[in-house]
C-alpha cells in the first residue's frame, strides 16, 4: 500500500489512538548535482538539529495548521535555513526505528552523548549538539 498523506490524516481523526504511533517529521528538500551541468529534482532530506539527530514532534492534531507546537518548531527551522524549503511530513515509529537514523522527540530534547575533550583525552556526557566542555581542563 503506497502512503498518502490525506489517508494517514483521515484514519488518525478516525481512529485518535493511531496518534501515538505516528510524528511529525521534518523535511528539507536539497537538489543534488548529478552530472556537471544538470541539476536533479530535489529530493526530501530529513532535517537533523543537531547535526546526526532528526527531532520528531508528537501529533496533538492530524491537521498540521492546527497543531501549534509542530508549526512553531517549522517556523524556525524555516528561519534558521530559508533556502532549505523547510515542510512539515507525517511519519511512523516504524519508519524512523528502520531508517537507522537517531531520533528524538523534540519536547525531550537532544540526548546524551560522549563527548571526548581534544586536549586531555577525558569523556564527558553532554547534550547532543552542546559545546565539548572538559570538567578535568
Not at 64 to 92: C, W
Not at 97 to 116: H, N, R
Request: aromatic content about 10%; some cysteine; charged content about 20%.
Amino acid at each position: 500500500m503506497r502512503w498518502n498523506r490525506t489517508s494517514i490524516k483521515k484514519q488518525l481523526i478516525d481512529f485518535p489512538e493511531l496518534q501515538q504511533e505516528y510524528f511529525w517529521v521534518y523535511q528539507a528538500f536539497v537538489a543534488k548535482s548529478g552530472v556537471p551541468g544538470s541539476v536533479q529534482e530535489p529530493k526530501p532530506h530529513w532535517v537533523e538539529e543537531p547535526r546526526g539527530f532528526v527531532p520528531v514532534r508528537a501529533i496533538k492534531h492530524p491537521d498540521m495548521r492546527k497543531d501549534v507546537e509542530a508549526q512553531g518548531l517549522l517556523r524556525f527551522l524555516q528561519a534558521l535555513n530559508p533556502a532549505l524549503g523547510i515542510e512539515l511530513s507525517i511519519t511512523s515509529q516504524e519508519i524512523l526505528d528502520g531508517s537507522g537514523c537517531s531520533w528524538y522527540l523534540f519536547a525531550t530534547g537532544p540526548p546524551e552523548v560522549d563527548q571526548i575533550c581534544p586536549r586531555c583525552g577525558n569523556i564527558d556526557r553532554a547534550e547532543a549538539g552542546a559545546l565539548v566542555t572538559c570538567s578535568l581542563c
